[in-house]
């Protein structure tokens, strides 16, 4: 959640998790191993998404699940009828890929969560993916989040399959295939034809 001005609400999300109270018989985190302070004071278990969420391959608390967008929405809406929502952060934690079909499933099911909310009546001002670019996130370079991929060693900067799709949504303000994954069944290749993590590749 973001901070309150002028009735306009910034709203951060990236995935979905399912949330049990840490002594509970559905738990997997018993609450002696929560480590002290906010994770203690919460008392829950957070540790899962749900089953059908398309899981990253680089970051172990991400998840796409898009239901969870909207019923994010729905949920500030209801409990906040007269904010304004800003969607000020959303994007797909991946790997070293120009030809990411996972991050472009993500922004595709997720900005079609905003115009769902927006025909149910939602106030959506805008939304913004994280991040342009490829960047130092928590300590690291190898969480890859932008729409054009950097090579940190020679600055060299490419858009990503992403990127193409977004700019295309953008020019013409309306949702579309753009023929980019017609239907959403898209996704990265996991086994078999492996892809190669240490360098980008269009496949």
Known sequence: MGTLDDNVLGLNHYTTKLITECDSERSLTPCATLSK???ADL??????HPADARKSPKCVWHAGWPKGYGMLMDYVHKNYPEVKILLTESGWCGDKII?????????????AEVLAALK???????????SVMD???WGSFNERFGLWYVDFETLERVPKTASFWFSKVVENNCLDD?????????????SGDELDSDRPGLR
């Open 178 to 190: 753009y023929g980019f994954c017609p239907g959403n069944d898209c996704k990265n290749l996991r």
């Open 99 to 111: 030809d990411d079909l996972d991050q472009l499933w993500y922004y595709k099911t997720y900005v």
């Open 37 to 39: 302070g906010w994770a």
């Open 135 to 137: 960047n130092y996130e």
């Open 43 to 48: 008392h829950v278990d957070s540790s899962e």
């Open 120 to 130: 149910r009546g939602i106030p959506v001002l805008g939304y913004t993916a994280w």
